[in-house]
């Protein structure tokens, strides 16, 4: 028996050797490191990039791609995909612009119809998914279009603002931590509320079931239904998770403009599914981290925001953008092959 | 010795096919069980069953005499019945600790986090329960096969189960790893569990089980108490006719004409410094433990790995082989030891599988497919190394192991190879269609075929190789012809690691 007791020091340190060494993680030491390289690049190029206003505005424009980010890396670590979640955020802000500016209701009515708009669509995709059997890829790009042509539908094509509801856009523009925390630091609340989403899907993720399901439906998903779990019904569950966080991402976005652009929405859910992968969360399934996606939305706005500021073109912004991805997930491959 | 399980009158009907009629099996406390028959004699619908993923048509199932039916693996599991599965179960991406305790995680006092250290010191209880020395928190993805498989094993015992079901626990393990299975089985027993045994290996039933029952087609043919009976016995309750012996005695078919020259072959740990030469009409035995480096070389020679060094002559013509093209092209065929992942389509029907390798020579104009001419080669091929398959039309994944084989085979002999590797052609093959395989490998040799086969199966390497070269970590340790060669000789080489070598 002595031999087999496992000291705390061992445990520590098997622990610490898997935080760094794991494929995951060193996708993710790779892509932090290509965060600081393209930062320190930038901020040498034009100065105007390390200004506090550029900074702020990297970290707003992060806001909403890193939440839907956040929402995929659930999704895409189960092995599945999810293409909805662009049209779904904005769908759920419609449906939070009916609740307040149509009919009048309080503002909390309409933050909680948005979340549970997105858990419901989310719902309705795992349902195809794991009842009827569709393939991920065809189920989520047949909501995509239905959700945004059902938003089109609703909102009669126009947007709808949000003017009559009071303090709506200061949920994702006002910072209530330099309001009343940090003066010095006017982190806007939508910045806020990513970290601190990304903070609890993280614990989620890894000190849950709903986590170990996820990453296990991922690596195997006949061996967990021969061991007596119930697949489906976790399945469901995960995609409807990541359709509440859409229905974040709708409140956030719906908030910074004001309004809900029912045109909007088709487009972000690549640009999700590109921080997912380019933080290392691998499309096969079970494995990833929701810090790697954080990592991942940074390099894309941190590169879109540095190309514009050094007078990129926009068309060229984009090509540099696409080859980014498929040299990320090559480096990928490539340390995968070396094991 | 207490009476686990007893079936009666079992049915159980897949569309269009009887998987199960009227069966009969029963279990006790404290016995190894096997259960025989070639595959789809309905073993694993069996095995199904009573894990509950499949449900039975008709019939009784009593558990310590009381009858059960048996919905769901969740409910197999609180039963008591644990099941090893033949391909396993577990998920590469978690630790040992959190494969086996999926589904039913320990869980922190709020009830919303899980605790993992109880469960990893659960895990470690049933190891040391198993004498098992083996850290919890391992990845599963790497683990050996031998070790994955004692995590399934772990699992199981981990609801305390009272029923072992175990298929075909030995398929991947080597010697020494079987030695260590045999032992954890007989210690399981010894605490009075009951171990339904599904095993091909006819020696293994000898060491291991007490009673051996077989079903054919799906239907119970008798049980025995494996003391009092041979193999023989059990061989002919299996196939329903007497077996021929094919392949004994040896034909004579080598010729002294060498069509592949290896020499100095290395690569990295794999591979070190082999050299060996194949003749004309001879089958030369790969013989070794899992590991030994046997497939490697296959593989190297075949261009499917890169190598470091060495040489490869073929029909005396200098080689330089890097991709399995330059292989295939110098007329050097590969045979993969996994035919489901590398050898077949499963899912394409068996002319096309039959033409695959060599489409080019089914086109017109280098472009459109010469449909009736694909027909007429496949049925040739289906009949002259006599597939069983209604019609060339098959879809390749509902035909049995022994005909997938013949179809691989038939592939490479479309392709005109006259140097082919066999890496363990038999395995997953029933007695009935080995035999065929053991025909085929000899008719290819008389043809002038020379054929390297890998196999892990001493007695089939014993029978078919005209020589036999022995690999430990790496380095061919031996040579030996058919007539010197026996088992001890071949594993005293197959054991013989470098540092003894020396000594």
């Known amino acids: 028996m002595t031999d087999h007791v496992l000291t705390e020091n061992e445990g520590i340190t098997s622990r610490l050797k898997a935080a760094v060494f794991s494929p995951a993680a060193r996708q993710k030491m790779l892509a932090f490191g290509s965060l600081i390289v393209m930062f320190v690049f930038f901020s040498f190029a034009n100065e105007a990039f390390f200004q506090l206003d550029n900074i702020m505005g990297i970290l707003i424009a992060t806001a909403v791609n890193g939440v839907l980010a956040i929402a995929s890396t659930f999704v895409i670590i189960t092995g599945g995909i999810d293409l909805s979640v662009g049209t779904l955020m904005t769908f759920t802000a419609v449906i939070c612009g009916v609740f307040l500016s149509e009919w009048g209701l309080p503002m909390w009515t309409g933050v909680l119809a948005a979340i549970l708009t997105g858990a419901l669509s989310g719902l309705l995709s795992g349902t195809l998914i794991a009842k009827l059997k569709i393939p991920p890829f065809i189920a989520t790009l047949g909501m995509m279009l239905l959700l945004k042509g059902l938003g089109l539908v609703i909102a009669h094509d126009k947007p709808i603002y949000f003017n009559d509801t009071e303090g709506f856009s200061a949920i994702s523009i006002d910072s209530f931590l330099g309001d009343y925390l940090i003066p010095d630091l006017p982190i806007p609340n939508a910045v806020v509320i990513l970290f601190v989403l990304a903070a609890v899907c993280s614990k989620i993720l890894n000190s849950t079931a709903f986590g170990r399901y996820t990453f296990a439906l991922g690596s195997n998903e006949e061996a967990v239904r021969l061991s007596g779990v119930n697949v489906d019904a976790w399945k469901m569950a995960i995609y409807c998770f990541s359709g509440a966080i859409c229905g974040v991402a709708g409140l956030l976005i719906a908030s910074r403009l004001n309004s809900a652009q029912p045109a909007l929405g088709q487009g972000y859910e690549l640009e999700a599914i590109a921080a997912v992968v380019i933080g290392g969360t691998s499309l096969s399934g079970g494995v990833g981290t929701i810090l790697g996606t954080i990592i991942g939305a940074f390099i894309i706005s941190v590169l879109t925001n540095g190309l514009r500021i050094m007078s990129v073109e926009q068309d060229w912004q984009t090509v540099v953008t696409g080859f980014i991805i498929i040299a990320a997930v090559y480096a990928d491959i490539l340390r995968r092959k070396k094991q | ?503």
């Open chain 2, 1 to 503: 010795m207490t009476l686990l399980i007893s079936i009666s009158h079992l049915n159980k009907s897949f569309p269009g096919v009887r998987a199960l009629h009227e069966c009969q099996f029963d279990l006790v406390s404290g016995e190894v069980h096997a259960l025989m028959g070639e595959n789809g004699a309905g073993k694993s619908t069996l095995m199904k069953i009573l894990a509950g993923i499949y449900q039975r048509d008709s019939g009784e199932i009593l558990l310590e005499g009381k009858s059960v039916n048996i919905t769901s693996p969740r409910m197999a599991q609180d039963l008591g019945i644990g099941i090893v599965h033949q391909e396993l179960n577990l998920m590469n991406h978690l630790t040992a600790a959190q494969n086996i305790f999926i589904g039913r995680e320990p869980r922190s006092r709020s009830g919303l986090f899980l605790d993992e250290k109880a469960m990893n010191r659960n895990a470690q209880a049933i190891f040391d329960q198993m004498h098992l020395r083996l850290d919890p928190r391992t990845v599963v993805g790497e683990l050996t096969v031998a070790k994955q498989q004692m995590v399934e094993i772990a699992k199981a015992l981990s609801f305390k189960s009272k029923i072992l079901i175990m298929d075909e626990p030995t398929a991947a393990l080597n010697s020494a790893e079987i030695g260590e299975l045999f032992r954890i089985i007989r210690q399981l027993k010894a605490q009075g569990v009951g171990i339904i045994y599904i095993s091909h290996k006819m020696d293994e039933l000898k060491q291991i089980s007490d009673r051996v029952t077989v079903l054919r087609d799906g239907e119970y043919v008798g049980t025995k108490i494996t003391a009092h009976t041979n193999i023989h016995a059990i061989i002919t309750m299996m196939v329903g006719r007497e077996l021929g012996d094919a392949g004994k005695p040896m034909i004579e078919t080598g010729t002294d004409e060498i069509v592949l020259e290896v020499k100095g072959l290395n690569r990295g740990k794999a591979i070190k410094d082999v050299s060996f030469n194949l003749k004309r009409g001879e089958i030369l035995g790969f013989a070794g433990l899992m590991g030994a480096g046997r497939t490697e070389v296959a593989r190297a020679i075949f261009g499917a790995d890169r190598i470091d060094s060495g040489e490869i002559r073929v029909h005396g013509m200098s080689c330089r082989i890097s991709t399995p093209a330059d292989a295939v092209a110098a007329g050097i065929g590969y045979l993969s030891e996994d035919r489901k992942h590398f050898g077949l389509a499963l899912g394409m029907d068996v002319k096309a599988n039959i033409v695959m390798s060599n489409l080019r020579q089914f086109l017109s104009m280098h472009l459109f497919l010469k449909t009736a001419r694909i027909q007429q080669t496949a049925r040739e091929y289906v009949k002259r190394l006599n597939i069983r398959t209604p019609t060339v039309d098959q879809e390749v994944r509902l035909l049995s192991g022994g005909n997938q084989q013949k179809i691989v085979i038939s592939k490479w002999l479309v392709r005109d190879c006259d140097i082919l590797f066999f890496d363990e052609p038999t395995r997953g093959i029933d007695v009935g269609a080995k035999s065929e395989i053991y025909k085929l490998l000899n008719q290819l040799a008389e043809q002038g075929k020379a054929i390297v086969m890998i196999s892990s199966e001493l007695p089939e390497v014993l029978r078919m190789s005209h020589r036999i070269v022995v690999m430990c970590e790496g380095r061919i340790t031996g040579e030996l012809s058919a007539t010197e060669a026996t088992q001890e000789k071949i594993m005293k080489l197959a054991t013989q690691r470098e540092m003894e070598q020396a000594a």
